[in-house]
């Protein structure tokens, strides 16, 4: 993978802006590549939440231009025997912690090789125990905008973290999910795509049951929230390729107590 004539880093973190950490990395990699392209994803990921930012690096990847470099940071594994990695997949690069959080991302642009951070020469001089953000990946990710080799940052693994709600399940005549994600209108976002759907028949237009936490509902996968009335719930496929649980200006996360993590289960009605 060889990144953009101007090279593009994005940046993903818990962090906050009001923190000086975000400031850090990007004068890491300024120093390193000065013609780097900085561009923030959200530094607003909820603190510790590797599912929330694996999930929103996914939804915004694709739109970037192919050699992105992408680095990600919700480690709450800093300082222990978590491994740094880079992961190259067919269009993009991705640099962060071996905890799954570039995997949901990396998965949906197939993987072609993942390789630990080991050498030294391409971290900062003075790596902190708590901050490997600034001091292994954005360093690493400035070094790779310069054009230098995966194999030169250290060994290929074969192992990497790869969290269950990457995949749903088929289970008989169900699929088998978990929600990914609530946005800020309420919509239960469920990592189950339209060719999952399919593959048990399921197309636009069909009734589904979908059973959440400890309630069935009956709904129809409609293709807007505007065909059913307000207050009324629905099935939708959303912007991000992905089953949505919602109502039609209401919240369907609150009126169904859904919480991110919550499995799910659907299958088709006669």
Known sequence: M???KMPMVTLLSDFGLRDPYVAEMKAVIL???????????????????????????AQAAPHFPEGTIHVAVVDPGVGTKRRPIIVETRRSLY???????????????????????????????????????RDIFSSAA????????????????????????????IVGDRIHGEAIH?????????NISPVDLRGLGIEEGRKIKVELR???LTL????????????????IIGSGDFLE????????????????GDKVRVRSVP
């Open 182 to 190: 609530i946005d800020d209108f309420g919509n239960v976002i469920i």
């Open 214 to 216: 400890h309630r069935s």
């Open 95 to 133: 640099v962060g912690p071996d905890n799954g959080l570039l995997m949901f991302s990396a998965v949906k642009e197939q993987i072609r090789s993942v390789y630990a951070i080991a050498n030294p020469k391409y971290m900062l001089e003075n790596v902190s125990r708590t901050f490997h953000g």
């Open 245 to 260: 649980v919602a109502t039609n200006q209401g919240n369907a996360a609150q009126a169904y107590n859904v919480k991110i």
């Open 31 to 57: 120093s390193i590549c000065l013609e780097a392209r900085i561009v923030d994803i959200s530094h607003e990921i909820r603190k510790f939440d590797i599912r929330m930012g694996s999930f929103i690096l």
């Open 2 to 4: 060889t990144p953009v």
């Open 220 to 235: 129809r996968l409609y293709s807007s929230y505007g065909e059913v009335p307000v207050g009324r719930s629905l099935a």
């Open 142 to 169: 400035a070094h790779l905008a310069n054009g230098v080799v995966l194999s030169e940052f250290g060994p290929q693994i074969c192992d990497p973290i790869l969290p269950e709600y990457i995949k749903p399940r």
